[in-house]
């Protein structure tokens, strides 16, 4: 018998969504500790673009030989499990993959992955919901974490509140005790108020933190008072501190078990689960193409 593959999205060249190719790659089996995942969900996230594009290539944080693997986030199923891992073939889990330098990515069929990175996904929540948290939901908790606790009474503006990531921070740090305002276009107004912050298109300097998920950079370290805490979302290019305000970035990290609380949250109905429209993999640039136009809310997701 002739060795197994399966069908997963790369890009050899990075020139944008025409450069992605769907390619046939080997199987591989799951050694200790790991496990096999048959793919059923995998989002298109803005860093999949900066892959696509070459933008992380220029910044010499990729040099595959042959192809670089795409997608960060993911939902499947249990395929097969390595030894040591309590986890059965067909248990229902999410999981996320990070850093920019791999063969392999959640754009496939199958994923090999450590069992301690992935969580399983509760019964009344669906893969393709389960399937945009990960990412998002665990960058957004650990920028909470770099926050810090807030001074009493105190006052975080979060910069695209109504993206991915900002949507997540705004109700994790109204629970860490944040004051919370969500800046975002003013079409968004409901959503952000939604979360139970307040809103505006237009920020005043002067807060007590920042969390820029929109990427303001600069704009976004000058709405911070002085002293207060700055967190951003580019680990690569922080803005330069001034003023004593304390410059952070988050880079976010695998957590099985935090990821664990968000897909119960999530399935609870305390956290947003936003998909704009499931697509299948052979139609990968075309999502590509949509996500570049911005303004999408909620995710495309691709399903191998
Ligand atoms: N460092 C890490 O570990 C890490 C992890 C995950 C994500 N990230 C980064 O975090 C950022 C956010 O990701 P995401 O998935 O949340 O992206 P997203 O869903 O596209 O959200 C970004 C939001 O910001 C809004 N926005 C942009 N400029 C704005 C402005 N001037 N005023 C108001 N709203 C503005 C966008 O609105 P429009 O769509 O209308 O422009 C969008 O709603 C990305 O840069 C991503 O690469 C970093």
Same mark, same amino acid.
């Given at each position: 018998?002739?060795?197994?593959?399966?069908?997963?999205?790369?890009?050899?060249?990075?020139?944008?969504?025409?450069?992605? #190719?769907?390619?046939?790659?080997?199987?591989? #089996?799951?050694?200790?500790?790991?496990?096999?995942?048959?793919?059923?969900?995998?989002?298109?996230?803005? &860093?999949?673009?900066?892959?696509?594009?070459?933008?992380?290539?220029?910044?010499?944080?990729?040099?595959?030989?042959?192809?670089?693997?795409?997608?960060?986030?993911?939902?499947?199923?249990?395929?097969?499990?390595?030894?040591?891992?309590?986890?059965?073939?067909?248990?229902?889990?999410?999981?996320?993959?990070?850093?920019?330098?791999?063969?392999?990515?959640? !754009?496939?069929?199958?994923?090999?992955?450590?069992?301690?990175?992935?969580?399983? &996904?509760?019964?009344?929540? /669906?893969?393709?919901?389960?399937?945009?948290?990960?990412?998002?939901?665990?960058?957004?908790?650990?920028?909470?974490?770099?926050?810090?606790?807030? *001074?009493?009474?105190?006052?975080?503006?979060?910069?695209?509140?109504?993206?991915? &990531?900002?949507? !997540? &921070?705004? *109700?994790?740090?109204?629970?860490?005790?944040?004051?919370?305002?969500?800046?975002?276009?003013?079409?968004?107004? #409901?959503? %952000?108020?939604?979360?139970?912050? /307040?809103?505006?298109?237009?920020?005043?300097?002067?807060?007590?933190?920042?969390?820029?998920?929109?990427?303001?950079?600069?704009?976004?370290?000058?709405?911070?008072? /002085?002293?207060?805490?700055?967190?951003? %979302?580019?680990?690569?290019?922080?803005?330069?501190?001034?003023?004593?305000?304390?410059?952070?970035?988050?880079?976010?990290?695998?957590?099985?078990?935090?990821?664990?609380?968000?897909?119960?949250?999530?399935?609870?109905? #305390?956290? *947003?689960?936003?998909?704009?429209?499931?697509?299948?993999?052979?139609?990968?640039?075309?999502?590509?193409?949509?996500?570049?136009?911005?303004?999408?809310?909620?995710?495309?997701?691709?399903?191998?």
């Amino acid at each position: 018998m002739g060795t197994r593959t399966f069908r997963t999205a790369v890009v050899r060249t990075p020139s944008g969504p025409d450069a992605i #190719e769907v390619i046939d790659v080997p199987q591989r #089996e799951p050694g200790p500790g790991e496990v096999r995942v048959d793919v059923a969900a995998a989002p298109v996230n803005p &860093v999949d673009l900066g892959v696509v594009g070459g933008f992380f290539h220029s910044l010499g944080l990729i040099h595959q030989p042959h192809h670089t693997g795409l997608g960060w986030d993911f939902a499947g199923v249990v395929a097969a499990a390595g030894a040591g891992v309590d986890l059965a073939v067909g248990t229902r889990v999410a999981g996320l993959v990070v850093g920019f330098d791999r063969d392999f990515g959640t !754009y496939a069929e199958q994923l090999v992955v450590p069992a301690a990175d992935l969580a399983v &996904v509760p019964d009344n929540l /669906d893969l393709v919901a389960a399937a945009t948290v990960p990412l998002n939901g665990l960058t957004a908790a650990q920028i909470v974490d770099l926050l810090g606790d807030p *001074p009493a009474g105190g006052r975080l503006l979060v910069t695209g509140a109504a993206g991915a &990531v900002g949507g !997540y &921070v705004v *109700p994790l740090a109204r629970d860490r005790g944040w004051r919370v305002t969500g800046l975002a276009r003013a079409e968004d107004e #409901e959503f %952000v108020r939604g979360l139970g912050a /307040d809103f505006t298109t237009a920020a005043e300097p002067g807060w007590d933190a920042v969390a820029d998920a929109a990427a303001l950079q600069d704009r976004g370290l000058a709405l911070v008072g /002085d002293g207060g805490v700055f967190v951003g %979302v580019r680990p690569n290019a922080h803005p330069a501190a001034e003023r004593g305000v304390t410059v952070r970035a988050v880079e976010v990290h695998a957590d099985g078990v935090r990821l664990a609380d968000l897909l119960a949250r999530t399935a609870a109905g #305390e956290l *947003p689960a936003r998909v704009h429209a499931v697509v299948p993999l052979d139609r990968v640039a075309d999502a590509h193409r949509e996500t570049a136009k911005g303004g999408v809310r909620g995710r495309y997701v691709l399903r191998p």
